[in-house]
Structure formats: C-alpha cells, structure tokens
C-alpha cells in the first residue's frame, strides 16, 4: 500500500458499545447505522489490527454520517488506543487525547450522508498505534455542545493512511 490508501472500514455491525454512554444499532431503508443522542455524548468503539502495508504516517478518519434532521451541525470526537505487543492491560480504558471536526453541518436532505474527517499525526497523536498492532477506535458525539437537535448517525467510518 502506498501513502492515501484506506487503511480499514469499520460498520456499525462491528461496534463494541461501551458499557455505558453508546450509540445505539438502528437502521435507515436496511442500512445498519449507529444513532448518538443529542444531549449526550454517546460513543462507538471498534477493534482493529493495524495492517502490515501501513508505512507508519499519519492517518485521516473518514466519519460517513446523516442526521434525523436538516438543520444544526454535528461535533465528531476519535480518540485512539494502543493494545499492542506488552503495551496496555486491557482491564480498563486508555485511550488517547480526541482530536476532533466540530461545526460540521448536516446534509440539507434526510438521508443524505456527510463525509466529516478527522487527521491524526503518526506517533504519540494516535497513540503510537504500530504496523501489526491491535488497537481500538473510539467515535464520540460532541452533544451537547453541537446544534442538531435529535440523533446523527453513523453509517461506515474509513480509516486512510495520509
């Protein structure tokens, strides 16, 4: 793989939902989506092993999402967790710092889906995620603090090497 090769997918079949705080499975026309609240920050979790062609930049995250609604905008927050070779014990939560894409405004069409994307350095910025190294991707909605009133949701998220 060379430099902006996608990297992953993840769906929202494959979500591993946090023990609380989660968006919930849902579906719009067959689509398995996952719904976030608007007055809480909900979020959606996947495992991931990064792939061996990675040559180890940064990465961009692709949120491909719709809302309930036509109005408002959307706050994204993607932080990231190294599992690693004898890196992290896995009995609690160690994700990294968010980087975030905020004000991003809803498709003027119900069904319409919006790609918003986040960036991440290589090293410290995804948490020193390496080639061959389990990992997971936590995807949380910034509600409050964003203005669509009612759910947005999550239809597939892309995972490029930038």
């Known amino acids: 793989m060379a430099s902006g090769d996608t990297l992953l997918i993840f769906t929202p079949l494959g979500n591993e939902p946090p023990a609380t705080n989660y968006a919930t499975l849902d579906t719009v026309n ?4 996952l719904n976030f609240d608007d007055t809480t920050a909900e979020a959606a979790i996947w495992s991931g092993t990064m ?3 990675y ?6 995250v692709y949120i491909h999402w719709g809302a309930y609604s036509t109005t408002g905008d959307c706050d994204w927050d993607v932080s990231w967790e ?3 070779d ?3 014990d896995i009995d609690a939560d ?3 710092a968010v980087n975030s894409v905020d004000g991003t405004a809803v498709p003027t069409t119900i069904g ?3 790609i918003a994307n ?10 020193s995620v390496a080639v061959g190294e389990a990992f997971r991707l936590r995807v949380q909605r910034g509600a409050p603090t964003d203005t669509e009133v009612g759910d947005c949701y999550i239809l597939a998220v892309e995972v490029k090497e930038t």
Do not use: E, K
């Not at 040559?55 to 961009?60: D, F, L, N, P, Q």
């Open 30 to 33: 067959s689509h398995p989506v």
């Open 51 to 53: 792939p061996r062609a």
């Open 55 to 60: 040559a180890g930049g940064g990465v961009t």
């Open 82 to 84: 190294r599992i690693g």
């Open 86 to 88: 004898f890196v992290l």
């Open 94 to 96: 160690s994700f990294a």
């Open 112 to 114: 319409g889906i919006d």
């Open 118 to 127: 986040v960036t991440f350095t290589d090293g410290a910025d995804m948490d």
